[in-house]
């Protein structure tokens, strides 16, 4: 199986984490901008086909992409190995080797994919090890969220579980402390001591998080705002 990704930042960062995993790149043949180069570069020396694309083979292209939303591709494509998902487990065991030190954000139940996208380019940011999303009724990684992400989920680990509830049970067994984000906790985020192992986690869009999982959480923080 594979799936189709776009975007200039997004390709180019798959190329230099995973370039076995990219079958095809294509690109328009008006595309001219010089942030091409390092993206033909990898693929030469990678020795990945590389296509030219018409009007009509750009659209082509297009139709094999899930319409989750109408994409800015900004002309560039990528025919791409599916991702493969670690489990919570793996992803903690790996960890354990890092002097005890950790951080994992956990999403409940985010819905814009453009959300999710921004979501994992901060996260990266930050150095987080990984991301928990739900498998169901919440934003998945699309090539739109990769877009978005500007490649950022090829830097960490992103783990699909059925339920966050029992995700931070495994966290929390596993001794990482469990910060939940909500606007009406009396403490700020920037008092908080997560130098160790901590997993932030962030609730849904409009709702916030859900009462059982904010309870789940050993502390309650805002991120103060003027």
């Not at 453009?114 to 994992?120: K, R, V, Y």
């Not at 992103?158 to 067994?173: E, F, G, T, W």
Request: hydrophobic share 40%; proline share 4%.
């Amino acid at each position: 199986m594979s799936e189709i990704l776009f975007g200039i930042h997004a390709i180019h960062e798959i190329l230099k984490v995973r370039p076995q995993d990219v079958r095809e790149v294509a690109l328009s043949k008006e595309r001219t901008s010089k942030n091409i180069e390092p993206i033909l570069d990898l693929c030469r020396r990678n020795r990945i086909s590389i296509s030219y694309l018409n009007d009509s083979s750009l659209r082509s292209w297009l139709r094999r992409i899930p319409r989750e939303s109408d994409p800015v591709h900004q002309s560039v494509f990528a025919d791409v190995k599916e991702r493969r998902y670690p489990s919570l487990s793996e992803v903690v065991e790996k960890m354990e080797a890092d002097e005890g030190r950790g951080f994992i954000l956990v999403l409940d139940e985010i819905q814009d994919p453009h959300n999710l996208g921004a979501l994992i380019r901060s996260a990266v940011c930050a150095k987080a090890h990984a991301v928990v999303i739900p498998k169901h009724g919440a934003a998945q990684v699309t090539a739109t969220v990769v877009k978005v992400s500007a490649g950022g989920t090829e830097h960490l680990s992103i783990c699909r579980v059925p339920n966050i509830s029992q995700a931070l049970d495994v966290l929390k067994k596993s001794r990482f402390f469990v910060v939940g984000l909500s606007a009406d906790a009396e403490k700020s985020i920037f008092e908080t001591d997560c130098s160790q192992r901590a997993a932030l986690v962030i609730g849904n869009e409009e709702r916030g998080l859900k009462k059982g999982v904010a309870a789940q959480c050993d502390l309650l923080a805002r991120i103060p705002m003027p």
